[in-house]
């Protein structure tokens, strides 16, 4: 009995390693062919600018060309749908972004679950925000916004692009850890946030920094204070909102790769390791900053972690806020 149980345990895992090898095969054979990264938006914003800085440097470290496929659509949703029903093969890639994380907030029905239909690969970059008034205001500082809104409570507004975006949940944070009364007002477009900003028909406005960065250079608007962690490295004399006074508020956009569930482990490792190379790279890092992003590299299991975290968060905000499902 004994040798016929060796026998069989032989025979059992030399299946198995049979069975095996043909998926270890396929990963080290992969990428064989080009890659698409799929993104839910149009070209020409700083989401997109920052997917093409990146993306030909992870084509030369994989030997692969990699072809970015814009499908815009309210949420990145098309572009999601059609990662989350690609084959788990490494070659359909999702640039997922922080609308993603809040999509499931902001919607009745999705037909994907963005923490369960999806193989986080890495977070790759973080888009700063900034809280800015017209260079010719009267404010200075958060603090002083924020007594004048507590003076005239509903006095004062603070302008948005897009409801249920960051820039808009920022803006609804903002009112709530700051305790005011502020006027939150949504616009179409940045172009025309902006222009209500630097004519003073808003009092402050809520924006990511890359298109708005130029502006405040050339002196036409007015960095009050940077939502992030830290000061960011073109504005050095611009504080953060922790340092005005908020110590809890950290807000940001961001964006990494993700790709359908079930991707392979070990292409899941390859990309992860490679786009960590090329975001430590000095002219990336360099290059990106000109545009008012910031590398933020992690793990998968990193960013994995971050996706549910920026889902419940965000969702609060859009509960605290009455913010209704489309």
Known sequence: ??????????????????????????????PARPIRVVLGFAPGGVGDFTARLVMPRLSEAL?????????????????????????????????????????????????????????????????????????NSPYRSLQEVFAAARAAPGSINIGSISVG????????????????????VPYRSTPDLVNATATGDVHIASEILAPVLAQIQGGRLRALAMTSATRFPLLPEVPTAVEAGLPDYVVGSWNGLAGPARTPPAVVERINREMVRVLADGDVRARLNELGVQPAASSPEEFAAFLRSEG???????????????
Do not use: C
């Not at 060796?6 to 043909?22: E, I, M, N, Q, T």
């Not at 990145?76 to 990662?83: K, M, P, S, T």
């Not at 968060?313 to 209704?324: F, L, M, Q, T």
């Open 63 to 135: 030997g692969q060309p990699i072809v970015i496929d814009n499908r815009p659509s309210a949420g990145g949703i098309i572009a999601a749908e059609a990662v989350a029903r690609s084959a788990p093969d490494g070659y359909t890639l999702l640039l997922l972004t922080t609308t993603n994380s809040t999509a499931a907030s902001l919607y009745r029905s999705l037909s994907y679950d963005v923490t369960r239909d999806f193989a986080p690969i890495g977070r790759m970059t973080a888009f700063d925000h900034v809280l800015l008034t017209a260079a």
């Open 312 to 326: 419940a968060r965000w969702g609060r905000v859009i509960e605290a806020a009455n913010i209704p499902k489309q």
């Open 1 to 30: 009995m004994l040798i016929s149980r060796r026998v069989l345990l032989g025979s059992a895992a030399l299946a198995s390693a049979s069975l095996a090898r043909p998926a270890l095969a396929q990963a080290n054979a992969w």
């Open 165 to 184: 975006n960051a820039q808009h949940l920022g803006a609804e944070l903002l009112r709530r850890m700051a305790d005011v009364d502020l006027t939150v």
